[in-house]
């Protein structure tokens, strides 16, 4: 699976925690996880605001159009991502598409150690988006 350059984001008191989601997914590869079936009610961020987190990062109808587009394109046949406790790192937009779909679970990796972040107090639009 070719992956364009992308980043599970969170705020911290160090400023903001950036993840190459490419090598979170090697590195779930390397240790060979085995998927899982997840409850999706077990997936917090589902409940949390999650693509409009940002200072001016609004949902506005334009942008929610374009986070539809990519749960109408997103593939559930890979798993999604979680860290050692169970928060999503990767796969928000499959997720969603199982519960629009009114499915109770999605397969998972989970990582038994959370790996330390890539960036650590950079901003979003700084993130290296470029191969």
């Known amino acids: 699976m070719n992956l364009r350059p992308q980043y599970h984001l969170r705020p911290s008191p160090q400023g903001l925690l950036a993840w190459d989601v490419r090598k979170l997914i090697e590195q779930a590869a390397a240790q060979q996880l085995q998927p899982r079936l997840v409850a999706l009610s077990a997936i917090a961020e589902l409940e949390q605001r999650y693509w409009f987190s940002e200072p001016g990062d609004e949902p506005t109808p334009r942008a929610i159009a374009e986070h539809m587009k990519l749960v109408e394109a997103a593939d559930t046949a890979y798993p999604i991502l979680l860290d050692a406790q169970g928060r999503l790192m990767d796969g928000m937009h499959r997720a969603v598409k199982r519960l629009v779909q009114g499915h109770p679970d999605i397969w998972a990796l989970?990582?038994?150690?959370?790996?330390?972040?890539?960036f650590i107090g950079v901003a979003a639009d700084d993130l290296p988006y470029e191969d």
């Open 110 to 118: 989970q990582l038994p150690v959370t790996p330390a972040p890539d």
